[in-house]
């Protein structure tokens, strides 16, 4: 393993931006019945916001400068800059690209609001010679597929499950019909649905872009923080367990530097250092991933968080604090870019001493450059995606 790599997601090379047809497909624009909102927006009263936010691949690829702002399409009903306010009132963001001359930008992020109705938010984060394309190509149909299922908005928690796999197997159909080469390359998600009718927050994930809420009591003025998604990493006793159970079997190693890797019985590949995530066929096939994420459902009237899947913890419920004390209430999304070197409590100061706004989450994201740069001695840095909203 390239020693200014030993962090990484993947232990080989980034590799290239990906072929003719990647950027082809990456350069198409978002419409609503591309993103699965058009009946949504048909439906929608006037005087009423609804937006829509995604990353595309930038067009300049590995040429993009380092921490610079990935481009993003816009759907919105109504004054495309009137809607923007009203959820920049509540959600903050920025998809930076980190500091590797080899390849693009690999996160990509999403967010749809709908005013009285629901909201999406979406961060992924791509590895692998393609992972742009990958975390490109899973938020468009993840997303669409998610809103165009009659049942999403009665049984998030099942159809966000459901979702996943087709996306997965979406995924798969892609690299067989050579549109792109996800072999050796993927994406993590995590996708959070917020219901505004029955005040429930229903979060997904595969891999190791973590989600926490930040709150603070009333009746106390220091807040504290929750991980809602547990990172899916190799060495984790039951992710271990399956790997080493699936069949074909993986095998789970310790790198020597940072990571525990995943490789195949017969060889040394593909050394992703998560247990899950969507793509990277080569690693589901051989050795032992998979694209089935864990599902938390958090009721903010009572202040209650569920895990739908005991299985990957066995405590099935967890009370954060009956939901008439809960003062503030926010959600922070971020890729492990930000995650490497800053710890939720860390994250959490942050943004109460910046601002739960805009200028804490441009706060977070520089300081976890910084801490890449120096760690790596300016040599590297990940991609670093953070998403905050503001729920009360």
Not at 23 to 45: D, R
Not at 305 to 324: I, M, Q, W
Request: proline share 4%; hydrophobic share 35%.
């Amino acid at each position: 393993m390239a020693e200014r790599r030993k962090r990484m997601s993947v232990a080989g090379s980034a590799g290239s931006a990906g072929g003719p047809r990647a950027a082809e497909a990456a350069s198409k624009a978002s419409t609503p019945n591309a993103m699965g909102v058009q009946n949504i927006w048909n439906s929608i009263p006037d005087g009423k916001h609804a937006y829509g936010l995604f990353t595309k691949t930038d067009d300049g690829l590995k040429a993009v400068k380092s921490y610079s702002e990935k481009e993003t399409e816009v759907l919105a009903k109504g004054d495309p800059a009137e809607a923007r306010a009203w959820v920049q009132s509540s959600v903050a963001f920025a998809c930076k690209k980190g500091h590797k001359p080899e390849s693009p930008n690999q996160d990509s992020f999403s967010l749809i609001m709908v005013e009285d109705q629901f909201a999406l938010y979406g961060i992924y984060d791509g590895h692998g010679p393609t992972g742009h394309d990958a975390s490109h190509e899973a938020l468009r149909f993840l997303t669409r597929n998610f809103l165009e299922d009659p049942e999403f908005q009665g049984h998030p928690a099942e159809t966000l499950s459901k979702v996943f796999e087709k996306t997965q197997e979406f995924l798969a159909k892609q690299d067989s019909e050579s549109r792109f080469d996800f072999k050796s390359s993927g994406a993590t998600c995590t996708v959070a649905f917020h219901d505004f009718t029955s005040q429930t927050l229903t979060v997904a994930h595969v891999g190791d872009s973590r989600a926490l809420l930040a709150y603070k009591k009333k009746s106390k003025g220091a807040f504290e923080t929750l991980e809602l998604t547990k990172d899916h990493k190799p060495d984790l006793p039951q992710e271990k367990k399956r790997i080493e159970s699936a069949n074909p079997p993986g095998k789970v190693v310790f790198d020597g530097y940072f990571n525990h890797r995943v490789f195949a019985q017969c060889g040394q590949y593909p050394g992703l250092n998560m247990s899950r995530a969507l793509g990277d066929l080569v690693a589901h096939r051989e050795a032992g991933l998979t694209a089935k994420p864990d599902v938390v459902i958090v009721d903010l009237q009572k202040g209650s968080v569920r895990k739908t899947f005991p299985e990957s913890d066995p405590e099935n419920s967890e009370l954060l604090a009956a939901g008439e004390e809960m003062e503030k209430l926010s959600l922070l999304m971020c890729t492990d870019g930000v995650w490497e070197f800053i710890d939720n409590k860390q994250a959490t100061a942050m943004l109460k001493k910046e601002g739960f706004n805009q200028d804490g989450v441009d706060a977070l994201t520089k300081e976890s450059y910084d801490q890449w740069m120096k760690d790596s001695d300016g040599e590297i840095t990940d991609d670093i995606t953070a998403m905050l909203i503001n729920i009360r």
